[in-house]
T-cell receptor
Framework: DGGITQSPKYLFRKEGQNVTLSCEQN?????MYWYRQDPGQGLRLIYY???????QKGDIAEGYSVSREKKESFPLTVTSAQKNPTAFYLC????????????FGSGTRLTVV | AQSVTQLDSQVPVFEEAPVELRCNYS??????LFWYVQYPNQGLQLLLK??????LVESINGFEAEFNKSQTSFHLRKPSVHISDTAEYFC??????????FGGGTRVLVKP
């Protein structure tokens, strides 16, 4: 079945460490997105990519980095510069066309210990 | 640019009672409208969407939403909720060529 796979589901990070969250899709979607979700704050866009080898900052890109070397993959690195990384991270993808919504992965919960 | 306001952050409701989740948006151009549902510790799932045509759209599990252009609203309703409807619901809008913009979410708690 086609879909988006995020891994790991739970991730623990020590302060000062970089961690990478995986997002893979087999839907042949062109665009991919990373969101951060905190209680009571809805979804905030971190980065997005509309085509391979190209990506743009979202609303809260500071302390994060991404790459888009393959159409299927859009990994997110949470760097040590991100001062408050504990959150639920959601990856999504979409096909071209304005009437199409996004397909979401099941999320990764990152906790700083 | 567009924005979305979900007027209620939490809605407690008794089982088998009706529920309405309010969503208002602002945009200078025509938009497409979506409702997503998120169960605890999961991703978002598309519940229903309005693209064009009939202003009343329905989902397979009894939810419906009505697009009101003059009031720039897309409220979500269900005439009789179940315990399994306990979740967070997100309204979202999208203008042609743009990204989805999400509201802040409404948490529905269905009580027995």
């Amino acid at each position: 079945d086609g879909g988006i796979t995020q891994s790991p589901k739970y991730l623990f990070r020590k302060e000062g460490q970089n961690v990478t969250l995986s997002c893979e899709q087999n839907l042949n979607h062109d665009a991919m997105y990373w969101y951060r979700q905190d209680p009571g704050q809805g979804l905030r866009l971190i980065y997005y990519s509309q085509i391979v080898n190209d990506f743009q900052k979202g609303d809260i890109a500071e302390g994060y980095s991404v790459s888009r070397e393959k159409k299927e993959s859009f990994p997110l690195t949470v760097t040590s510069a991100q001062k408050n990384p504990t959150a639920f991270y959601l990856c999504a993808s979409s096909i071209g066309g304005s009437g199409n919504g996004y397909t979401f992965g099941s999320g990764t919960r990152l906790t700083v210990v | 640019a567009q924005s979305v306001t979900q007027l209620d952050s939490q809605v407690p409701v008794f089982e088998e009672a009706p529920v309405e989740l309010r969503c208002n948006y602002s945009s200078s151009v025509s938009v497409y409208l979506f409702w997503y549902v998120q169960y605890p510790n999961q991703g978002l799932q598309l519940l229903l969407k309005y693209l064009s045509g009939s202003t009343l759209v329905e989902s397979i599990n009894g939810f419906e939403a009505e697009f009101n252009k003059s009031q720039t609203s897309f409220h979500l309703r269900k005439p009789s909720v179940h315990i399994s409807d306990t979740a967070e619901y997100f309204c979202a809008v999208k203008a042609a060529g743009n990204k989805l913009t999400f509201g802040g979410g409404t948490r529905v708690l269905v009580k027995p």
